[in-house]
Structures are given as C-alpha cells and as structure tokens.
C-alpha cells in the first residue's frame, strides 16, 4: 500500500525518536543497575522494552505505507545523576507526547485513521503509564528525600 509522503516521512521521526528513548532508557536502566538500585532498574528496563515495542510498531506501519524507515536514533544525552536521569527521561516523555499529538493532528488531516489510531495507542501507554510514573518518581524524591527515595530503590540483602 502507498501511504501519504507526508505521514511516513512524520512516522520516519517518530521512529527516530523512540530509538532514541529507547536508548536512553537503556544506558540509564544500566546505571540504575551498576548503583544498585534494582527497583528503578527493573522499571526502566521494563520502559526500554516497550520504546522497542513502540519503535517497532512505527518501522512496520513505515513499512506497510511503502516507506523506508530511518533507523538512527536521535542524538541525546544521557544523565549522570538519578535526579538528572529521570528528569531527562520525563522531558523525552513530553517530547514524545507532543510529537505523537501533531502526528495524530497530521493522520486526521489526511484520512489515515489507522495510523492516527497507532499513534493514540503510544499516547496512552506514553501519558498514562511513562510519564506518569516518572512525575511520581520525582515527587517522591522531593517528598522523601534523595536518600530515602534511593534505599527504597535498592534491593534488599539476600
């Protein structure tokens, strides 16, 4: 099937853009790891799976309008502190949530619903499910502490 240049090429960056979150999700899940915070570990390498997931769904729809994905993640920079690292997985968050409402704004200009329909599903599991729990993560450390908030995100000797 020919898709509308103008959705593929959008999809093209949106792609981009889960690589990137992907990414990032990854070197921060394995600093989370090597600190031994196994708690935020498990999580953000739970969120890693699921921008493949989303990156994945995006490359196939590419695929299926008869476009040619561009799979170079965008350039980011990854956090050196916990703090720094969730911040900067919530700001991705946002840029994603902003990006995939001007793609469904774009799908329904052109009558792509089924694409506009993908891009609702990623909203959700992007506003409901990652950015939520990021804005929680936060809000815990100003309300506990950073020590607090970073022994609850350890794993309890064995």
Same mark, same amino acid.
């Given at each position: 099937?020919?898709? &509308?240049?103008?959705?593929? #090429?959008?999809?093209? &960056? ?8 992907? $990414?990032?999700?990854? /070197? %921060? +899940?394995?600093?989370? #790891?090597?600190? *031994?915070?196994?708690? /935020? !570990?498990?999580?953000?390498? %739970?969120?890693? @799976?699921?921008?493949? @997931? %989303?990156? $994945?769904?995006?490359?196939?729809? /590419?695929?299926?309008?008869? *476009?040619?994905?561009d799979m170079r993640p965008n350039p980011f920079t990854p956090g050196t502190t916990v703090v720094e690292m969730l911040k900067k997985d919530?700001?991705?968050? !946002?840029?994603?949530? $902003? ?9 329904? +200009?052109?009558? $792509?619903?089924? +694409? ?13 499910? %990652? ?5 929680? @993560?936060? *809000?815990? /450390? ?5 020590? &607090?908030?970073?022994?609850?995100? +350890?794993?309890?000797?064995?």
């Amino acid at each position: 099937m020919q898709g &509308n240049p103008q959705v593929i #090429e959008y999809f093209k &960056n949106l792609l981009r853009g889960e690589l990137a979150a992907r $990414d990032q999700y990854f /070197i %921060h +899940s394995r600093i989370y #790891e090597d600190q *031994g915070l196994v708690k /935020i !570990y498990q999580r953000l390498d %739970h969120e890693m @799976q699921e921008e493949t @997931q %989303h990156a $994945d769904a995006l490359l196939r729809r /590419i695929l299926f309008l008869g *476009g040619m994905p561009d799979m170079r993640p965008n350039p980011f920079t990854p956090g050196t502190t916990v703090v720094e690292m969730l911040k900067k997985d919530l700001a991705v968050e !946002y840029e994603v949530r $902003d990006a995939l409402q001007k793609g469904m704004e774009l799908c329904e +200009s052109v009558r $792509d619903y089924v +694409s506009r329909d993908l891009l609702l599903a990623q909203l959700r599991d992007t506003e409901e499910d %990652h950015a939520y729990w990021l804005e929680k @993560q936060l *809000g815990l /450390i100003e309300k506990m502490g950073l020590p &607090n908030y970073l022994q609850s995100q +350890s794993q309890a000797a064995a």
